[in-house]
Each structure stands twice: as C-alpha cells, then as structure tokens.
T-cell receptor
C-alpha cells in the first residue's frame, strides 16, 4: 500500500512570495489533515477535510493560507504572501477511521 | 474538545534502562489515543494506539502504553532502551462518536525528545 505522498520536500522562498504544497493521500482515505510543525513544537492542525468538505479550519490563518481538496483526493496548501514566521515543516496526513498516516513533510524556509 | 499534555520536553536515559514518557489528555468524548515517533527530517510514524478494549496496548519496537481512564493518562514505556530509540515522541488524542471519526480532530502534545546515553 502506497503511503501519503508530499511534494516538494524542501522549499526556500523570500518573504512576501507565494508557495504551494501538494499532498496525495492513501487511496480510499476520506479524512485529510494539514499540520504545521514549528521547530521544537508539536504539530498544529491547520485544516481537516472529510472527503472534499472542510471539517475544521479554525487555526488556519485565512488572510494568507488557503487549502483545497480536489474531488476528495489530492490536496494543495497555499501561502500568499509568506512571512518569516511561516518557516516550518508542513505535514499532510490521511485517515480512514482511527489512526492517521503521515507523509514525509515539506520543510519551508522563509528568508 | 481534546487536548494533550506531555510532561517533560526532554527525557534522557541510559542504554538498557527503562523508558517512561508521560502523557495526560482531556477529551469531551471517549478518546482514541496514539503515540507517534518522529526521526529527524521525517514524518510521524505510529508506534501504538488505543481505541477500545484492552487498556494495555503493545506497539512496535518493544513499546507499550496503558490507558488509565481514572487518571486520564496514556504513558509510554519500554523496559530496555536502545540507542535507536533516540527520537521525538508525540502523544495524540482523537475523540470518537458524535459526527463520526472523520469529523473528530486529531490533537497532538508538544512532544518529548528522548536521548539515549551509551
């Protein structure tokens, strides 16, 4: 069974630029999560999808972050414009019922 | 709502010694509980989970955890530490029931960095 795929693995951008991350979940998983993990902290949930509907986006900074899940499968997370404090690892995970399976993450550095 | 508190951001033990990582949770509904491990520059890997049934659960790499409802705890243990256990460990909670598992948030603690001394 293929795992959760994320790309790119690393990205360096200047502040005020835009960036997009892509996630392909495990086939058949209805739930998809995007987390932000700042160095030395636990993952913070940004947005959770159930199929292609948003379940929770209460911690998503909607003035600069956006996310969509196309046809209930792949998902993209976008930041525009980026700030220095957005430097973090962005983790995508998918779940069928209980546990979530994580991708390798995208390490974003904003300079 | 769910929340997780991991006691101790950094734990250091000697190789061969007992590993004990502490986790307390709060949940407004019966919880699913998880421990994940994260190695440098990698995603999170599931160590073990509690859903229902037996409160002592065994996971990979010799780890186990016990769900204690009265103490709202889910501490992770391993009898004998190995150098390869050095990593970051995260406890997580997810409620079940209500609108269904897909509608329940998966909330993580702040993590505990485990160091193994030779």
């Amino acid at each position: 069974e293929a795992g959760v795929a994320q790309s790119p693995r690393y990205k360096i951008i200047e502040k005020r630029q835009s960036v997009a991350f892509w996630c392909n979940p495990i086939s058949g998983h209805a739930t998809l999560y995007w987390y932000q993990q700042i160095l030395g902290q636990g993952p913070k949930l940004l947005i959770q999808f159930q199929n292609n509907g948003v379940v929770d986006d209460s911690q998503l900074p909607k003035d600069r972050f956006s996310a969509e899940r196309l046809k209930g499968v792949d998902s993209t997370l976008k930041i525009q414009p980026a700030k220095l404090e957005d430097s973090a690892v962005y983790l995508c995970a998918s779940s069928s019922r209980t546990e979530a399976f994580f991708g390798q993450g995208t390490r974003l550095t904003v300079v | 709502a769910q929340s997780v508190t991991q006691l101790g951001s950094h734990v250091s033990v000697s190789e061969g010694a007992l590993v004990l990582l502490r986790c307390n949770y709060s949940s407004s509904v019966p919880p699913y509980l998880f421990w994940y491990v994260q190695y440098p520059n990698q995603g999170l890997q599931l160590l073990l989970k509690y859903t229902t049934g037996a409160t002592l659960v065994k996971g990979i790499n010799g780890f186990e955890a016990e769900f204690k409802k009265s103490e709202t705890s889910f501490h992770l243990t391993k009898p004998s530490a190995h150098m390869s256990d050095a990593a970051e460990y995260f406890c997580a909670v997810k409620g079940f029931g209500g609108q269904g598992e897909g509608a329940q948030k998966l909330v993580f603690g702040q993590g505990t960095r485990l160091t193994i001394n030779p």
